[in-house]
């Protein structure tokens, strides 16, 4: 039988091909690998797509986080409010600037940073917001950014699964102080190897960020902070220019896809498909499903065991790992973890493939 698995990467390379060959043989006859001219172009392109002053390629989404807070001011002692249900590197990054990541429970729909638990976890050491557009779907900024304003606090946005996803418009990274996107291969816009990247409308940010990702030097060998060896391959920013003109086409497949799986999947007992929220670009880095009445694992097992591959994102929520401080209960993160399924998506997504996921889907949770 067929395997189907969750992100088929192939279909997309294939059709880029001859661009992809032509990119990463113009890199290695140039013999410059390292902060060479498509790193500074790349960047270009990406602050001109999402709307803002500068980008800073970075050597990954992880990096843009950590960076990202340093260069906000973010450190010692200080509280940033995020989201218990991502993944590890968004409270492991407000950890390492030795800031202390403080959960507050999600909305039960988008699975994003709910605004009125944030309020609840403000206290004076509070110095910033860390929202995560979670599976490509935006939180909810409005709300964020007004209470961001009420107390004075910073936005660091984790937009590492929502490149091109928009809230009322505007593209998700360009809403606050600093916005970070990760272009690990299985993204959206996906590098063929670790990338990242961190945008800002604040020259300062900017150049803090350029200069703590060269050892925290703005000059070679004049070190001035205690920075990291974070720069964006030259080869995978070539791979990302080919890419970037396509992406709106592929986020547009996307969403096709989840459409379809929509309708395939409509009444399926037990059974609640994506939340989109109408004022909201959804990319959809994943289609994510919830799965009740404690039938996750068995319908996982069941797909697994005819080819059909999904992943849990995520099985355990931030806010009761040790590493990050057992923080206080999420009871809604605590219950999407139970029952959340990523089924298989990608761009140009055969109907005939989804059709066999949804029966699949349908035959095990009718019983």
């Not at 493939?353 to 029966?359: E, L, N, P």
């Amino acid at each position: 039988m067929q395997r189907i698995p969750v992100l088929d990467l192939q279909p997309e390379i294939e059709e880029q091909w001859e661009e992809l060959m032509t990119a990463m043989q113009g890199v290695l006859r140039s013999g410059h690998f390292i902060m060479g001219p498509n790193v500074g172009l790349f960047e270009q392109e990406v602050a001109a797509y999402l709307g803002s002053r500068h980008a800073v390629a970075l050597n990954s989404g992880t990096d843009a986080l950590v960076i990202g807070l340093r260069a906000a001011g973010i450190g010692a002692g200080d509280e940033v409010i995020t989201s218990p249900f991502t993944f590890f590197a968004t409270g492991e990054a407000i950890a390492q600037v030795g800031a202390v990541p403080v959960f507050a429970d999600v909305d039960p729909a988008t699975f994003n940073l709910d605004p009125d638990q944030a309020a609840d976890r403000i206290t004076p050491r509070t110095k910033a917001i860390l929202p995560v557009h979670l599976f490509g779907q935006a939180a909810e900024m409005d709300s964020l950014q007004a209470l961001a304003d009420l107390h004075g606090l910073q936005i660091v946005e984790d937009a590492a699964q929502a490149f091109g996803g928009e809230y009322r418009g505007k593209k998700l990274g360009a809403f606050g102080e600093v916005g970070c996107f990760s272009f690990f291969p299985s993204k959206n816009l996906g590098a063929f190897g670790d990338a990242g990247m961190l945008v800002t409308n604040s020259d300062e940010m900017a150049e803090t960020a350029r200069m703590l990702r060269t050892h925290g030097s703005k000059k070679k060998y004049f070190n001035e902070q205690i920075g990291y060896n974070s720069r964006l391959d030259e080869l995978q920013a070539a791979v990302l220019r080919v890419k970037l003109p396509h992406l709106d086409r592929r986020n547009f497949e996307r969403e096709q896809a989840a459409l379809r799986y929509d309708y395939l999947l409509e009444d399926v007992p037990g059974l609640i498909t994506p939340y989109h929220a109408p004022d909201r670009k959804h990319v959809y880095h994943q289609y994510t499903v919830r799965v009740l009445h404690e039938k996750r694992e068995l319908l996982r097992q069941s797909l697994a065991d005819i080819g059909i591959h999904t992943m849990v994102y995520y099985p355990v929520p931030l806010s009761t790992m040790p590493a990050l401080g057992n923080g206080p209960s999420c009871p809604v993160a605590e219950q999407l973890a139970t029952e959340v399924l990523s089924l298989p998506i990608w761009p140009g997504m055969g109907t005939d493939v989804q059709v066999r996921v949804a029966d699949a889907v349908r035959k095990v949770l009718r019983g």
